[in-house]
């Protein structure tokens, strides 16, 4: 089986506000393939949790605040725990830049980095997906701005690799949008490992899920007979 080059990433943040300068509390990344049937690479996710007490600069939305306090008990402990062993919002983000690394050196099917890479991996990540481009991927390029830094997958015209979730799903007919959630909720609730909403690596399977679901229907109702 020859080995494969390319991945794209799903990123999720959790936090503590709405803006796009908001305190960070988790980074949440899940390797995985956007074609209807590719993988979704679960066990290689990574979760980086954040101290706030690293981000004084960045803003807390009061009801943002009240709305954590209305989660689900599941995901006000993953929050809790993960807190025990967050880290600085400057080591956070040295985190996310060897996530790549992390993944082509640790998968099989996949050709392992070369020691003289000075990428970390990007230039072999094929797309970068978020819910919404316009806060994910936003707060995380201020939260890079902030330590005088270009977020490593907008390097060298890379931006154009960022994609969003809500535009691909956007261009399915109301039908096809009802399909969509009524087939990636079945699938959740037939897994084995239920699902935590808020749980920002369980929000990027998800995520990655409904893209391979979004890309199924598309070809399905939209490619000629």
Same mark, same amino acid.
């Given at each position: 089986m020859s080995l494969k080059e390319k991945v794209s990433l799903m990123i999720d943040i959790e936090t503590l506000g709405t803006a796009t300068d908001a305190v960070i509390l988790s980074i949440g990344i899940v390797p995985f393939e956007p074609k209807p049937d590719g993988e979704i690479y679960e066990s290689k996710g990574r979760q980086i949790f954040v101290t706030p007490d690293s981000q004084k600069s960045r803003s807390v939305t009061t009801g943002t605040v009240g709305w954590w306090l209305r989660q689900s008990s599941d995901a006000q402990k993953r929050m809790a725990n993960g807190m025990d062993r967050a880290v600085s919002l400057t080591y956070a983000l040295e985190m996310l830049d060897t996530a790549p690394m992390y993944f082509f050196n640790c998968h099989r099917d996949y050709h392992p980095l070369s020691s003289t890479d000075e990428n970390r991996g990007w230039n072999r990540i094929d797309q970068v997906w978020a819910n919404g481009t316009t806060f994910d991927i936003s707060n995380l390029a201020t939260a890079y701005e902030s330590q005088g830094r270009v977020p490593i997958w907008a390097k060298d015209g890379g931006f154009r690799k960022v #994609?969003? *979730? #809500? %535009?691909? %799903?956007?261009?399915?007919?109301? !039908? &096809?949008?009802?399909? $969509? #959630? $009524?087939? !990636?909720? *079945?699938?959740? &609730? &037939? #897994? %084995?490992?239920? $699902? !935590?909403?808020?749980?920002?690596v369980d929000d990027c399977i998800y995520q990655c899920k409904v893209i391979q679901e979004a890309n199924r229907l598309l070809r399905q109702y939209r490619e000629p007979a």
């Open positions: #994609r969003c *979730q #809500r %535009t691909l %799903t956007g261009a399915l007919g109301d !039908v &096809e949008q009802d399909l $969509l #959630r $009524l087939n !990636v909720s *079945q699938w959740a &609730e &037939e #897994r %084995t490992m239920k $699902l !935590v909403p808020h749980d920002a």
